[in-house]
């Protein structure tokens, strides 16, 4: 794991993965290049992980600093050992559904949706947000499961009436609670994926409708965190939802792993 620079957030996702590691029994090294860390220096870094027989994976922790080339360094990765799946080899890989490392919450959706026993083929799935590394890789595989896909975004017409023809919704936008139950057809199946801070405590009242506990969670901690999807809306309208924390977070996780695992294993074929 390459961690440069100091983002707290960063720090506290590559220690979650450290330790799932840990647990796993996976051996893992983390790098840590200061702020100042430079396309070079990430260049060299990655290089050597390529040459090493006893690394499987390599997962360069994003954002990098403002200064870093983050295109050129994920480019330089090799593929076979990207277990994040973002570069371009194997999402090309998964345009064309060969078999390669997938986006690690992607992957993690579709692994709730089957585990929960959720039917995908033959249902109308409403994809909202496009980016490289959620959008648009969840739903290519919810292509090849055979759902009907539509994929929308900042410029999509009536954002409401579209995601309410979803029979599964998947919501990565970055926006606190935007979908709300004017999105939302009764009965849908809601994967929440976005990951929100809220810092104000007007806002915290508004979205949790003054729960006490909510707001009980505020004062000792300072935030709280929303998912995309307005959290009340979701568990009354919805047959099934991933909740905010503790739903897609964790299987990104756990899809890493898995990731690693089957590039180790691919690697002492
Ligand atoms: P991103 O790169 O910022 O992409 C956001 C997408 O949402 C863009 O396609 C954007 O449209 C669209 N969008 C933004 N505002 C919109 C609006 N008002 N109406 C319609 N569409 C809008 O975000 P991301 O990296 O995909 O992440 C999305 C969320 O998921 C974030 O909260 C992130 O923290 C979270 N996340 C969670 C995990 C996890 O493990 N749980 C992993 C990755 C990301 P345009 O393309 O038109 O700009």
Redesign the pocket.
Known sequence: MVLAGNNPASEIYVRSKIKACHDLGIYSESITPGESVTTDDLLGIVDSLNAREDIHGILVQLPLPKQADEKRILMAIAPEKDVDGFHPCNAGKLMTGLPAPRA??PA?IIEILKRCGIAIAGKRAVV????D???KPVALLLLHENATVTI?????PD?PAVCREADILVA????PA?VTAEYLKPGAVVVD????RLNIREDVERIFRGSVETLAAFEKRGSVIVG?VDPIAMAEVSSAYTPVPGG??PL?IAMLMANTVAAARQAMK
């Open positions: 690690c919450t993690g909202l947000g496009r980016s590394i959620v959008g929308c975004h900042s410029k999509t954002l990565a936008v970055g926006r935007m994926v976005g990951i929100n995309d897609v977070g990104t």
